[in-house]
């Protein structure tokens, strides 16, 4: 049987987890400097330009340039 108490601890650092990362998704969209908060690096947003054919399968990420920061970003432009 599912001890309740566990998945509700499981579904609370989800849930937390998932708002963390859409704030952080609008600050550097917005233009806002992010540092990253295991290495406090500057976080980067990567998408790829349409100009470039070899950038075409390139997936959009926000990543700090120690890597303990990656988001795979799932839209085109």
């Known amino acids: 049987m599912i001890d ?6 499981i579904e609370k650092a989800s849930k937390k987890s998932f708002h963390q990362q ?8 917005s233009g806002q400097q ?8 500057v976080i980067q947003l990567s998408l790829p330009t349409t100009a ?16 303990c920061t990656d988001i795979q970003l799932d839209f085109v432009l």
């Open 52 to 67: 470039d054919s070899a950038q075409k399968n390139k997936k959009s990420s926000i990543l700090c340039i120690k890597g």
């Open 22 to 29: 859409k704030v952080l998704i609008k600050k550097l969209m």
């Open 4 to 9: 309740l108490d566990k998945f509700s601890a």
């Open 34 to 41: 992010v540092l990253c908060p295991k290495c406090q690096q």
